[in-house]
């Protein structure tokens, strides 16, 4: 699924970020997000779909990830952590657009593997921390994030481009992670 070089680099750099680290954080979130770009693209072309949706799997995976970082062992490296993440959010992406293909799951038995999370409680946290959030971004944030729609749909839906939607929503991770920065101290 796509390498990431220096995979302890990697796991440094969100231990830092998750000590609020701000620079540590941005160089994590760069370096992850050019590689869920061609795990996307991969994946996308695997199941014989286009790869117009990319970017939203992307998207879709980085908020995961922060959401989620506090789940992550900082005893373990990243790097399987971030591709459980990415398969997760992939699968969903095809389960959303009706793909429903076979996979023999003997065939990612290396990329499946995901520590074990408090869902419930982190499910009731996410729910918090949107609640934080101006209604517009958490609006863009629920809809691509858990409603899984495009960008593109929630640009339609709210009467804003596509272009106006991806802004917001990197406006709104970042007030999130302001806050849960806030809250961990």
């Not at 998207?59 to 989620?68: P, R, Y």
Request: proline share 3%.
């Amino acid at each position: 699924m796509g390498s990431l070089s220096d995979p302890e680099d990697l796991s440094a750099l969100m231990r830092a970020a998750r000590k609020g680290d701000d620079e540590a954080y941005r160089r994590l979130l760069l370096r992850v997000a050019s590689w869920l770009r061609t795990v996307a693209a991969r994946g996308l072309a695997a199941a014989g779909r286009p790869n117009a949706d990319c970017e939203d799997i992307v998207q879709e995976t980085l908020l995961a990830m922060h959401l989620k970082r506090d789940t992550w062992d900082e005893s373990q490296p990243l790097q399987p952590w971030l591709r459980a993440i990415a398969r997760h959010k992939l699968v969903d992406h095809l389960r959303r657009r009706g793909f429903t293909d076979h996979v023999d799951i003997d065939d990612h038995a290396d990329t499946l593997a995901a520590p074990a999370s408090a869902e419930e409680g982190s499910a009731l946290d996410t729910r918090q921390m949107l609640a934080r959030l101006p209604e517009r971004q958490r609006r863009i944030v629920e809809g691509i994030s858990i409603e899984g729609q495009s960008a593109r749909d929630v640009g339609v839906r709210m009467g804003m481009s596509e272009g106006a939607v991806r802004v917001t929503l990197h406006r709104a991770l970042r007030a999130l992670a302001d806050a849960y920065r806030k809250d961990r101290t």
